[in-house]
């Protein structure tokens, strides 16, 4: 099962999920300023960032919005680089936050499960409840597919509609109870579901929570690095062993902004993983 792989990666490389969350202006000026097409270029960073730092993290998450923001070079240089992904023996998470129902979810389904845009997971937001999550699940019982659906997000504004109390548990503690009981058809050898769950690095008293009420649950953890998680907010969490992945993008895919503009700037991206690498190691043990 997908989500065996998964944590096998996390295990044997580390639990880093580097975010290819491209923009042109993180390109290093050799690439940026080259006679190449913009999805040559936006391919081309992609790749050299794979290319150093495979062998030292789990897994991709490559956020589409920012080769929508790119039109159809953008959304090429997208396919191309989950192609890469996979032609490299690597997982790939594809961050789309889809949310729609039915009909349309199940097009969602296609588009991102197979074909042009394939990954081996998707994000989803289950705001629109069951009829939301469950056209994804023929891919998880039979293409090896896997979602992680959002629990408790990284952001500030999380608190406007996740925190709110019913039945005197916050709305994140009742997703979570979703989460768990939809996951549970999809429990691989390792004993986590391919039904996970996002819940950021920022609040981690109540990821806590969260990770002792789904012991079947393997995490998405965005916010390490730029918007301030850090390697000592994984300690309790990870007291048992892993759980998740952890994202950072811009923490990684920015490491050589106003140090580099050559192609030596691979260096500091795989520098800072290997920081981040350390800096997880130092609180798992
Ligand atoms: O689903 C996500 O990946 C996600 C959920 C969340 O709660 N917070 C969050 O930041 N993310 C994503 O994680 C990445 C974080 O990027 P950095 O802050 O640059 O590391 C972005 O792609 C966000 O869209």
């Known amino acids: 099962m997908i989500i065996d792989r998964l944590y096998r990666e996390a295990v044997e490389k580390s639990p880093i999920c580097v975010g290819l969350d491209t923009k042109l202006e993180y390109l290093p000026k050799y690439l940026l300023e080259s006679d190449k097409s913009i999805e040559e270029k936006i391919f081309e960073f992609n790749k050299q960032i794979i290319d150093n730092t495979f062998d030292l993290v789990a897994c991709y998450k490559v956020q589409i919005a920012f080769y929508e923001s790119l039109g159809l070079e953008g959304l090429k240089a997208y396919s191309r680089t989950l192609k890469y992904i996979k032609e490299k023996g690597k ?17 969602y389904g ?17 705001y629109m409840g069951i009829d939301s999550v469950s056209p994804y699940f023929e891919y998880m019982d039979n293409e090896e597919k ?7 997000t990284s952001n500030k504004g999380s608190e406007d509609f996740q925190e709110l109390l019913i039945e005197d548990k916050p709305v994140f503690m009742k997703v979570a109870e979703k989460a768990n009981k939809w996951g549970k058809s999809f429990i691989g050898k390792e004993g986590f579901s391919s039904l996970g769950g996002v819940v950021g690095l920022t609040y981690p ?23 301030g998680g850090k390697g000592e907010d994984i300690k309790e969490i990870f007291k048992d062993g892993i759980c998740g992945v952890i994202n950072s993008s811009r923490g990684i895919i920015t490491a050589h902004k106003g140090k580099t503009e050559d192609k030596s ?20 043990r």
Do not use: C
């Open 91 to 107: 997982i790939s998470i594809a961050d789309i936050k889809r949310g729609d129902i039915s009909s349309t979810a199940e097009a």
């Open 110 to 126: 296609k588009a991102h499960f197979q074909g042009d845009f394939e990954a081996d997971f998707i994000t989803i937001n289950p």
């Open 146 to 152: 896997g979602i992680f659906m959002l629990i408790r």
């Open 205 to 227: 008293e109540e990821f806590l929570q969260i990770k002792n009420n789904n012991p079947n649950t393997f995490f998405l953890i965005p916010g390490y690095g730029a918007q």
């Open 265 to 284: 700037f691979v260096n500091f991206i795989r520098q800072n993983t290997l920081n981040m690498k350390e800096d997880i190691e130092n609180w798992q």
